[in-house]
């Protein structure tokens, strides 16, 4: 009881290791308690288990296993081809899972081992074989598509993981017919390998043969085309190539090759465009300036003589100038012969400035003329070029035509050699063995899952029912719901008055109650009638009696009072008279029988006793008989339903809750609660009575 009251008052875990402590000793005290749940669902899934290996017949699984590889052997270019991808692999190994699993390899091992009209098969697989048809269908064909499905559904392809080996397994009650079907699946899987092999062989060949037709025809094409081509293009024939291609042409350049006149052409380009600048510069020079002054006039011989002549002239006109006048006939003459001079001066430096002019017009046209000529042998080139591009274009044509033929060519010679005789690309490796044990039913883990079942089922069952089921049958759920701690528990006693060693632990703990130890007064109630209260009270009162305290009883309950006749006492006068004025408290206090226990019983059944009770006649009574014993225990009616039980928690020290086992709800029971506490008493806890089973806390009390 000391460890239920300390768990009550532990602080919550502030981290999140607590927490979970806490929630795991929740669990296992509700596992704890519903502990009958776990086990018999258990023991029924155990059973269970029993139960379906002993009704369940025997299957036996045989296991064949081939090999697939990436490249039958043998294959026509597997030499040249590459490694396949890990993607590739894969793909390849779930196909032959899928062809395993198809219904045309299941018709396949029917034919093979003459499944259809064998009674054998239906009995190995545990079934009963139609004897009749259906519909439209005969008897036959059904039978003949029960057979594809009993095949298809009791096969087992595995492929261990990243292998190339596929386990083909048949499960069924024959060990015999296991083994034959297994080997079967894998023998006609063989088969079915080697045959689209080889249809896909010649299907290859047939297309290999066309497009090898298509390549010579485009092959003699492009050779008859370079021909036409090079004998328009007047191309030369090279006299290496063989008898298949003789059109290759070859370029020689004669002497007065094109690309030699046009370095000869832009050296004279250079030399004309370098004598038109020249002339352009003495042209422009002579065309702005005096044609006296020009250096090819001053350079002029014949404009040299004319110039002394004139130099002559104008000294000689000096001379006569100071002798005669200007009208002197010998001066107009001298004036003449200048005049003659000058004019003959201006008409020769005119004619030297024009042949100026016709020489830079000269070059000019030679320029022109030459860059002409350049441009008509560009033109001719770019001409020349393009032929060369597109012979080149054709020769490469042949040569890919050539080489595509002479590729096919090869790849069908080789096909051709190895047809007939190419290796598939399934292989066998093991064969199927006639299994000498069962493969199901397993008893290890038919019994394992049966436990794990009902270890589950059971789990839900407790979890349901601490969900739904509300009652109160602990100490935790007495806290949990309605914050009492628990004083006690005691077990089932029917009506009989209870013994008295049970509430010894009890009647101890009472005694720590409160600060002042034992309260002097302390009522006993319960939420509703026949939890066993006065039977609690009867022997709470015989507990504390064996620890020398002195006890008055006081049968508070004035509707049905029961203490008289626990105490094999006769019922007189009591709490009704002494209330009323008609006696005094101690002239109807009766000895009870029991040492240290004296009995103040109800008396005369008042028509309302709730009014009586709260009366301050009431008051002053425990106050006059307070001091006469060390506690006064009272035995209180029922709180839901009734007004006395308030009426009296308001005139006493404290109060203890009788609760029964299994019988109280949290919501019924937390309403008479908050109920007496509002009355203002002090509840120093409760004590659950009739109890089933063997719970911890009266374990607890038992072992103490």
């Known amino acids: 009881m000391a460890a239920s009251l300390a768990s009550d008052h532990l602080p919550p875990p502030s981290d999140q290791t607590g927490r979970f402590v806490a929630t795991a000793r929740k669990s296992w005290l509700i596992l704890r308690r519903h502990r009958v749940i776990l086990f018999v669902t258990m023991a029924l899934s ?181 021909s036409v081509y090079v004998a328009r293009s007047g191309a030369a024939v090279d006299p290496q190539l063989d008898g298949k291609a003789k059109t290759k042409p070859t370029i020689a350049p004669p002497d007065g090759s094109i690309a030699t006149r046009l370095t000869q052409l832009n050296a004279f380009r250079a030399q004309a465009l370098a004598d038109r600048i020249a002339a352009q510069k003495r042209w422009e020079s002579a065309r702005s300036a005096s044609a006296e002054t020009l250096p090819e006039v001053l350079g002029n011989g014949a404009m040299q003589t004319l110039m002394t002549e004139r130099a002559q002239a104008r000294a000689q006109i000096v001379e006569e100038r100071q002798f005669r006048k200007d009208g002197h006939p010998e001066m107009r003459e001298a004036r003449a012969r200048l005049a003659v001079l000058d004019d003959q001066a201006q008409s020769l430096a005119n004619t030297i400035r024009a042949s100026l002019r016709d020489q830079y017009e000269v070059a000019v046209r030679g320029e022109k003329q030459i860059a002409s000529e350049i441009a008509d042998l560009e033109q001719e080139a770019q001409t020349e070029q393009g032929r060369d591009v597109q012979r080149g274009i054709m020769q490469r044509s042949v040569d890919t035509y050539r080489m595509l033929h002479d590729s096919l060519l090869q790849r069908y010679r080789d096909m051709a050699s190895q047809a007939g005789f190419q290796a598939g690309r399934i292989q066998p490796l093991d064969k199927a063995a006639v299994p000498a044990n069962p493969f199901s039913p397993h008893i290890g883990v038919t019994l394992l899952i049966a436990a794990l079942g009902g270890i589950a ?69 319960s939420a509703q009638e026949g939890e066993g209260k006065s039977l609690t009270v009867h022997a709470l009162a015989l507990a504390l009696a064996s620890l020398d305290k002195r006890v008055l009883v006081i049968d508070g309950d004035m509707r049905r009072p029961v ?142």
């Open 563 to 704: 203490q008289h006749r626990l105490f094999r006492q006769p019922a007189g006068r009591g709490i009704s008279e002494v209330l009323t004025g008609q006696a005094r408290a101690r002239d109807v206090i009766i000895d009870s029988g029991v040492p240290g226990v004296a009995l103040l019983p109800c008396g005369a059944v008042p028509p309302n006793p709730a009014e009586l009770l709260s009366t301050n006649a009431f008051d002053a009574m425990l106050a006059d008989l307070r001091e006469d014993y060390d506690t006064l225990l009272i035995d209180a009616p029922p709180i839901l339903g009734l007004d006395d039980t308030p009426a009296l928690g308001a005139k006493v020290q404290a109060s203890l809750m009788v609760v029964e086992w299994g019988r109280n709800h949290h919501g019924g029971l937390r309403t008479a609660v908050d109920r007496l506490r509002r009355s203002g008493v002090a509840i120093v806890g409760a004590i659950l009575t009739k109890q089933q089973g063997r719970s911890v806390d009266y374990d607890y009390h038992r072992a103490g």
């Open 46 to 226: 155990l059973m269970a288990g029993l139960l379906v290996i002993l009704m369940s017949t025997p299957d036996y699984r045989a296991t064949a296993s081939v090999e697939v590889q990436d490249i039958p052997a043998g294959a026509a270019g597997a030499g040249a081809s590459g490694r396949p991808s890990a993607e590739d692999t894969e793909s390849l190994m779930q196909t032959e899972l899928e062809v395993l699993r198809s219904r045309a390899l299941a018709q396949q091992v029917i034919h093979d081992l003459a499944l259809v009209g064998n009674a054998t098969f239906f009995d190995g697989m545990g079934r009963r074989r139609p004897t009749e048809g259906k519909g439209a269908l005969t008897q036959r064909q059904i039978e003949y598509e029960q057979t594809v499905g009993l095949l298809r559904d009791n096969l087992e392809v595995e492929l261990p993981g990243k292998s190339r080996v596929l386990r083909i397994s048949f499960v069924s009650a024959d060990p015999v017919l296991s083994a034959r079907v297994a080997n079967s699946y894998a023998d006609n899987l063989i088969r079915a390998d080697l045959k689209r092999g080889f249809e896909s062989g010649v299907q290859a060949r047939r297309f290999l043969l066309g497009e090898l037709d298509g390549a010579r025809g485009d092959l003699a094409r492009a050779e008859r085309d370079l």
């Open 457 to 525: 089922i059971g789990l839900l069952l407790v979890a349901a029912r601490h969900m739904f089921d509300d009652a109160v049958t602990s100490a935790d759920t007495l806290a949990e719901r309605v914050g009492l701690p628990l004083i006690g528990a005691v077990p089932v006693t029917g009506d009989a008055p209870q013994p008295p060693e049970i509430f010894a632990p009890i009647a101890a703990s009472l005694l720590l109650a409160s600060a002042d130890g034992l309260p002097r007064s302390l009522l006993v109630t």
